[in-house]
């Protein structure tokens, strides 16, 4: 196993470079909020911004410091989401009506964070690059045709194919066996999106309190009890804001979300020559193994950054638990042999028993969570449709309400499952 690569590597985000992630811990918790939000991540900023704008008190409780989550650490490629299951697939266990349903609010979300970044005025490098997907087995080509024609037909989603002979216009690869192209996709610098977000909420009167982990939240009768490490707050509703970083103190939702660790590495920087050769369009990329891989360039256009999945835990500080990307980086682009890593990160996201997002409410205590590795666009959304179910507004009703929420089996040997999972799946890639 060749390290080398690793040797200056710094084991955090390289995003963080751009916008470190900050503390909230001046203010003392306050006794009371009308509604207080656990998580500050996508799902609760946005939520919270909408909230504060409808007049409503609210406070945040991060466990960490702010976006300390998958928000602030991942890929940045931005999408509808709807390419985790074909839809031929989705028809067959949902039906066409709810299978059309659920594709459309992959579709709206992403025109609402493209909406909602220009009309906020967020400055973090949104740009409608298009996605690639690479065919990396020859009837994965045929499958991917089939399915962007089903995509069409029951969403009304633009794409076009590209077949192997012309890829040389998309991607400086061999590997592929042609590939598919989402016009309306698009990449983002996650880390600004999210401080972005931070400073509207703010603005708008959020009150956000770092290193207040939630460990409780009790039903009182008139009041909700929230348990935190900077003191109780009482509140008339709360949202479950926690995805991938869902624990055991809110035990329904530990029961419910599979924490499923995510890596990416970033190269040092590369000549634009090399990067235009390697990705001419500057699109979001990946590929249609089962164990997939996603990447781009950065947003200065100098690095690859490249993902994919991590066995055993986040936040890892171990260059060998990152070779595996390194690797599949040279299989991709072979020219990049021999480059160094500037940084290499993880995170967690959020997977839940049948791979969908799901809005759910009991009594006052309203959540928002598992968008399965394709959140950036659905968690903002998601945080939008909350907040107006919050707020009783009509119309608030998504697809993913209507889905029943299912205890994941074994919940406590998760770790465990997702890796042989995750070996099998690797392993059947190999055949
Ligand atoms: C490495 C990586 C790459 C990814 N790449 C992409 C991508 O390219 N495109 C895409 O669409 N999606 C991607 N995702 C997924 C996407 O980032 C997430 O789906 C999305 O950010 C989820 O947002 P969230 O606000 O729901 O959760 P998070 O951003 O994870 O926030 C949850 C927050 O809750 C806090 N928390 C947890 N428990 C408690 C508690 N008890 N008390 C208080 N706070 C608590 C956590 O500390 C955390 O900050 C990626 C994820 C990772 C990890």
Known sequence: MNLDPFRDARFTPWWWEWAPRE????????????????????????????????????????????????????????????????????????????????????????????AMIGAEDIQCHYREAGRFRGASRPKHYDNLARDMDDL??????????????????????????????????????????????????ESAGVRVFSHARVEDVQDRGQKLQITSARGVLSADKVLIATNGYSDRSIPYFYRRVVPVASAIIATTELSPDLMTRLMPKKRVCGDTRRVHHYYQSSPDGLRVLMGGRLAGRADTTRPQKFVHLYRHMLEIFPELAGVGISHAWSGYVGYTRDALPHINKQGRIYSAIGYCGSGVARASYAGYKVAQQMLESPGSETAWDKLVFKTMPFRSFARTGVRIVTQWKRARDLL
């Open 23 to 114: 503390t909230r811990t001046k203010e003392n918790l306050p006794k009371r909020a009308e509604i207080a939000i656990v998580g500050s991540g996508f799902t609760g900023l946005v939520a919270a911004l909408q909230l504060a704008r409808a007049g409503r008190d609210v406070v945040v409780l991060e466990a960490d410091t702010v976006g300390y989550g998958a928000s602030s650490r991942n890929g940045g490629q931005v999408g509808s989401g709807n390419q985790r299951f074909t839809v031929a697939k989705l028809i067959e266990l949902y039906g066409k009506d709810q299978a059309q349903a659920l594709l459309q609010e992959g579709i709206s979300a992403l025109s609402y964070i493209k």
């Open 152 to 201: 069409h037909t029951f969403a009304g989603v633009e794409s076009y194919m590209v077949p192997q002979a012309e890829l040389g216009s998309e991607i400086g690869s061999g590997l592929y066996y042609g590939g598919a192209v989402l016009p309306g996709d698009a990449s983002l610098h996650p880390a600004l999106y999210h401080s972005g977000l931070l400073d509207r909420a």
